[in-house]
């Protein structure tokens, strides 16, 4: 079974890619939203994360970001110790998830992460797709969809590896600005991918 990475800076796209290759029939894991789920209800990284930040850090529904947030920004080893909690878990999840996808005879499938790169992730797959789409469009689209301002956009771009360099490190680029075609870019990939795993 061949396993690939798709990853991009916020706004790139991704999750939308990613739905085109569900449609397509084939299987994605979103690690970003299995590692929001594990924060939420898996009782041994409660326990940690209260052990590592206090008892602030969980609220009736679940773990409170905002406040995690405030803690790790501009804390580089506050940030390392929550994803020593987290990225292994996340990675048990992906395992088993790649199991059950096995048996059901799925020939290749993908994972969806932000922080493919950043997170050790990409060691995980066999290939990588970064979809990449220029700053002003990534800033115009994340403003709008999650209803925010440019400032705090820029922010948590600026927190990200850039976008180049994720270029320079992937095996495939999806070009996704307003007047690019990414059914044909994305299809070329997958042909390569397919046939060439099996030449």
């Avoid at 771009?157 to 059914?183: G, H, M, S, T, W």
Wanted: glycine share 6%; hydrophobic share 35%.
């Amino acid at each position: 079974m061949i396993k690939v990475g798709i990853t991009g800076g916020i706004g790139s796209g991704k999750t939308y890619i990613c739905r085109l290759l569900e449609l397509n029939g084939y299987a994605v894991f979103y690690s970003d939203a299995e590692a929001k789920k594990i924060q939420d209800t898996d009782p041994e990284v409660r326990a940690k994360l209260i052990d590592l930040f206090s008892e602030e850090c969980y609220t009736a529904n679940g773990l409170n970001r905002n406040f995690i947030a405030g803690i790790i920004f501009n804390n580089p080893d506050a940030k390392k110790k929550l994803e020593e909690i987290i990225h292994p878990k996340v990675t048990e999840a992906f395992n088993s998830w790649c199991e059950e996808k096995a048996k059901a005879n799925h020939d290749m499938v993908f994972i969806e992460s932000a922080i493919l790169f950043e997170s050790g992730f990409n060691k995980k797959v066999d290939k990588v797709i970064m979809i990449y789409a220029d700053k002003e469009t990534r800033i115009l689209r994340s403003m709008k969809r999650d209803l925010t301002d440019r400032k705090s956009i820029e922010e948590r771009i600026k927190n990200q590896i850039c976008d180049q360099r994720k270029c320079e490190l992937a095996d495939y680029v999806i070009y996704n600005n307003p007047n690019d075609f990414i059914n044909k870019q994305l299809t070329k990939i997958i042909n390569e991918l397919f046939f060439g795993e099996r030449r």
